[in-house]
């Protein structure tokens, strides 16, 4: 992992220097019922994706220095200033619509607090949960909604948060192995735990965004676990292809 790091950092300094935005002129009315359905949805995804990334760059700057990697602090830098230009356009299209920012929500609390657990593969194992069940999220509000501003707006989020994954899995694989092979193995099932349980945590909070874009729980948890396989177990298995997830100036 450590010799990709300066691919990764020119895709995120990519991306930094050329910053996604919508298109202008495309359509962006949003029906009352419409609006209804995603407001307090979307304010609370909003609400985490404008993290700023404290405990994440504490605990990177200090893995960092051990291994002489500064490349890697920048990456991670980056990837919360993109996480925080996430939040940001999300707030643009909320404004637009008059949609109430939302400050607390008991479900962003809980990824925050988990996160300041421990070191940095802790934080990365939950961060790793919320940006795949992000991405699920994000195609299923595309799904559900007519407003083609925010179908574009979503495909953005979702192309960012799959490089997103991409890295931080390649990372987690490259950390170095601190416990015997049976605790890994009581690790990846607590996580894939978590994970379930997280997903059941997002069914119950944005159901009825999710139930229109025709989705039931089981299907919802089944989509969500397919992404975790294949992003987790496939995607960032050694000799995993790099090039589908970055793009370099």
């Not at 694989?173 to 099932?189: E, F, I, K, M, Y």
Request: proline share 4%; hydrophobic share 45%; aromatic share 8%.
């Amino acid at each position: 992992m450590l010799r990709d790091l300066k691919i990764w950092l020119n895709h995120f300094e990519y991306h930094a220097e050329h910053p996604r935005c919508v298109p202008r002129g495309l359509p962006n009315v949003l029906a009352p019922a419409e609006r209804r359905l995603i407001a307090r949805s979307i304010a609370t995804f909003q609400l985490g994706e404008q993290s700023p990334g404290g405990t994440l760059l504490r605990a990177t700057r200090r893995f960092a220095q051990a291994h002489d990697a500064p490349a890697l602090l920048r990456i991670m830098e980056l990837l919360v200033g993109e996480e925080q230009r996430h939040a940001a356009l999300l707030r643009t299209f909320m404004q637009e619509h008059d949609i109430p920012a939302r400050h607390r929500d008991w479900t962003d609390s809980i990824f925050r607090c988990a996160r300041r657990l421990a070191g940095l593969e802790l934080y990365l194992y939950v961060l790793i949960c919320a940006e795949l069940i992000g991405i699920v999220y994000y195609r299923a509000l595309e799904a559900a909604t007519g407003c083609e501003r925010l179908k574009v707006l979503c495909r953005m989020l979702v192309a960012d948060e799959l490089a997103h994954v991409g890295f931080e899995s390649q990372l987690l694989r490259s950390l170095p192995a601190r416990s015997s092979p049976a605790t890994r193995v009581l690790a990846r099932w607590a996580h894939r735990g978590f994970f379930a349980g997280a997903a059941c945590v997002v069914w119950l909070t944005h159901g009825a965004v999710l139930r229109g874009a025709g989705y039931r729980m089981g299907s919802f948890l089944r989509a969500c676990a397919v992404q975790y396989q294949f992003q987790l177990e496939t995607a960032a298995a050694p000799g995993g292809s790099l090039q589908r997830y970055t793009r370099s100036g």
